[in-house]
């Protein structure tokens, strides 16, 4: 059977999962990174309050298998489309979806009770059925947990890295104008998603302002690190632990907004300039609920 499923995750619920304020919006994002973007973001979900943020909305980064290594811009968006599609599923579309690939393993009988209660299954047959559905990509306990969202307000995004090295700029224009015609945000860091992580740690003119175009080529220099990454690394402390985003980043978010507006802002300039627009995310996320006084 062919793996066609990229929605899965083997960690998915967050600690914020309790809180009493459930978000009436979320914007459900897919990034190229398979941790340093995810930890971020769920930093910002984390400590949404405290960074300024309405508990009222919040920030999903779409989670994909640890060994799912896609990711050009089209396949960014192809993860927000497969959750899009989800979102739109009834409960009989996902029977008929599973039933398929599995007709000759398991009988739809076997798989409505295990959708409807897994635990009236004899657990061998149960974890069976799991292994078989995890060979496909098909994360069912991930999807159900992707499932409960479905509110009018939600928005869909894709963050991607410009990266001169692999993604051309055909490439790029192309994708930039798929979010448009859908209307999906469309958020870009030129070179990378570091660069975003570097505004919050330096001040980029004055520490890097003879090496802008240094950034902007960002070569490889070791096994592990571009430039920027290997400048973020040195500056942000980081380590097997992580980013350290309650630290290093959360405190520093304004900075990095301010930052940012000095250089590209537009899909279309940021191609060709270095630079990211996440900034209009998190302004939006900080201005969400309140009325034209700043005030919720």
């Not at 009436?24 to 400590?47: C, H, M, P, Q, W």
């Amino acid at each position: 059977m062919i793996n066609r499923y990229r929605l899965t995750s083997t960690v998915y619920e967050r600690e914020d999962e309790s809180q009493k304020v459930l978000p009436e919006k979320r914007i459900f994002l897919s990034v190229e990174g398979n941790a340093t973007e995810k930890e971020y973001f769920d930093g910002v979900s984390k400590y949404r309050e405290k960074i300024g943020i309405n508990a009222e909305v919040d920030v999903e980064v779409l989670r994909r298998g640890k060994k799912d290594t896609n990711s050009a811009p089209q396949q960014v968006i192809e993860l927000l489309e497969e959750y899009i599609r989800l979102r739109e599923q009834k409960e009989d579309d996902i029977l008929e979806e599973i039933s398929e690939q599995f007709k000759e393993q398991y009988s739809i009988e076997f798989i409505k009770q295990y959708l409807q209660d897994p635990n009236e299954i004899p657990k061998k047959q149960r974890n069976s059925f799991i292994t078989e559905l995890k060979k496909i990509g098909y994360d069912i306990n991930y999807r159900k947990y992707l499932r409960k969202y479905n509110r009018e307000l939600d928005e869909f995004a894709v963050l991607i890295d410009r990266d001169m090295q692999t993604h051309s700029e055909e490439n790029m224009r192309e994708c930039i104008k798929h979010c448009k015609d859908n209307g999906y945000k469309c958020y870009i860091a030129n070179p990378c998603f570091e660069f975003w992580l570097l505004m919050h740690l330096a001040d980029i003119n004055i520490e890097f302002g003879e090496q802008l175009e240094k950034i902007k080529e960002n070569p490889k220099i070791s096994e592990h690190h571009t430039f920027v990454s290997k400048a973020v690394s040195e500056k942000g402390h980081h380590g097997k632990s992580g980013i350290k985003f309650a630290t290093q980043y959360m405190p520093r978010i304004n900075q990095a907004i301010n930052q940012a507006k000095k250089f590209a802002v537009d899909e279309e300039d940021l191609i060709d300039n270095i630079g990211c627009n996440l900034w209009k995310l998190m302004e939006e996320l900080k201005q969400y609920g309140k009325d034209e006084t700043g005030r919720l």
